[in-house]
Each structure stands twice: as structure tokens, then as C-alpha cells.
């Protein structure tokens, strides 16, 4: 069975600063991956996704994420961040074009000034 | 505009009283979905539509019913509903399934069953 874990619940980082947040999978092929963001009190918006080609791919509002399949993993980065970055982030997993999605558990993440 | 609305957005009710909470899109999407948010979990999935008259089962169904008898509507039946459930509630639709399309989410019900 596939799952997805988000190791770290609760990210606090400085406005300005570098931002990595780590996503792992587990599934015997390569899933299609999602990074989802969760301003507070909203729904979830689609950040960026990833099904084949170039591991590198990059989404809205600044953000990219690298799939490594060697470490099974797909974590979403971003340069410098901003106190709208404040949010929770989700990374989602599916293993065919239809049907079950997965979510970790996410991370909140809290910008200081 | 384009957008996925859920009604109610804030329910409190009582065990076993039944309700349902609705979801409509005016994107003529074709997947429909509804998730549970409980903190620390994640979302979860709970049924999912691929078209009219086509659902299946995501990972947590048990307590609740779907119905999708037109492309626009996919509402949330929960026939019994008990203290378990008290949950934060999204509806999502894509245009084509998931590997090519995003999913647009609905703003949210809060249940609360006492």
C-alpha cells in the first residue's frame, strides 16, 4: 500500500529566509505528486505537481520541489519566503490518474518578522 | 466565477439526526470528491466520482453515503451521525481526473455532532 509522510508537523522560519519542507513516499513505482497550501481559515490550492519528466518542477508563487526517486522523496523549497507564506502545507500522493488521493499529515508553517 | 460551493458551512447537530451536506461546481467538472480534515491527520478521502452515477469508496467511507445524479451536485449524506464524525468537511472537483488536472476545494462545512 502507498503512503506519504510529512516528517516535520511545525516549520518556523524568518521572513526572508529559505524554506525546505520534506515530503516522503512509499510506493513500488512512481506515484503522481502533489504540493497543496492551506492559508488559514481556507481551502487548499494546488502549489505545483509532478507525474514524469524533468524532476524539477515549478509552481506558484515562488516555489519548486525536486522528486528524488533514489530517496523517495519530493520536498518543496522556496528562496525567501514571505509572512504570506504563513500556511499549512499538504503533499499529496496518487498512484493513477483516478480514483484515491492521499494526504500527509502536513506542516504548519509560522513566518516570523 | 468559477468555484465549488458547500452548504451548510457551520453545522452543529445531535447523534443519529440525519443530514447532508451539499456540493456544488459550476466548472461542468467531471471528478468529484469529499475529504475529512482532522488535526494531525491530514485530509482523508471519503468517496470519490469519476461521473454521473459513478462513485467508489476512498479510504474512510464508513458512516457516510454519496449520491451523483447530476454532473454539477455531489452531496454528503451521513444517515446516522455520531460524535466520530465532528470534522471540517472539503468538497473538491477537477476537470479530468487527477494526473492532469488540479483539484479546485470548496471552502469548508464544519460539523459538529453532540
Known amino acids: 500500500a502507498q503512503s506519504v509522510t510529512q516528517p516535520d508537523i511545525h516549520i518556523t522560519v524568518s521572513e526572508g529566509a529559505s524554506l525546505e519542507l520534506r515530503c516522503n513516499y512509499s510506493?513500488?513505482?512512481?506515484?503522481?505528486l502533489f504540493w497543496y497550501v492551506q492559508s488559514p481559515g481556507q481551502g487548499l490550492q494546488l502549489l505545483l505537481k509532478?507525474?514524469?519528466?524533468?524532476?524539477l518542477v515549478q509552481g506558484i508563487k515562488g516555489f519548486e520541489a525536486e522528486f528524488k526517486r533514489s530517496q523517495s522523496s519530493f520536498n518543496l523549497r522556496k528562496p525567501s519566503v514571505h509572512w504570506s507564506d504563513a500556511a499549512e502545507y499538504f503533499c499529496?500522493?496518487?498512484?493513477?490518474?483516478?480514483?484515491?488521493?492521499?494526504f500527509g499529515a502536513g506542516t504548519q508553517v509560522v513566518v516570523t518578522p | 466565477e468559477a468555484q465549488v460551493t458547500q452548504n451548510p458551512r457551520y453545522l452543529i447537530t445531535v447523534t443519529g439526526k440525519k443530514l447532508t451536506v451539499t456540493c456544488s461546481q459550476n466548472?461542468?467538472?467531471?471528478?468529484m470528491s469529499w475529504y475529512r480534515q482532522d488535526p494531525g491527520l491530514g485530509l482523508r478521502q471519503i468517496y470519490y466520482?469519476?461521473?454521473?452515477?459513478?462513485?467508489d469508496k476512498g479510504d474512510v467511507p464508513e458512516g457516510y453515503k454519496v449520491s451523483r445524479k447530476e454532473k454539477r451536485n455531489f452531496p454528503l449524506i451521513l444517515e446516522s451521525p455520531s460524535p466520530n464524525q465532528t470534522s471540517l468537511y472539503f468538497c473538491?472537483?477537477?476537470?479530468?481526473?487527477?494526473?492532469?488536472?488540479?483539484?479546485?476545494f470548496g471552502p469548508g462545512t464544519r460539523l459538529t455532532v453532540t
Open positions: 473538491a472537483s477537477s476537470r479530468e481526473g487527477l494526473a492532469s488536472y488540479e483539484q479546485y
Open positions: 510506493y513500488g513505482a512512481t506515484p503522481y
Open positions: 509532478y507525474f514524469s519528466g524533468d524532476t
Open positions: 499529496v500522493l496518487t498512484t493513477d490518474s483516478w480514483g484515491k488521493l492521499q
Open positions: 466548472m461542468n467538472h467531471e471528478y
Open positions: 466520482s469519476m461521473n454521473v452515477e459513478v462513485t
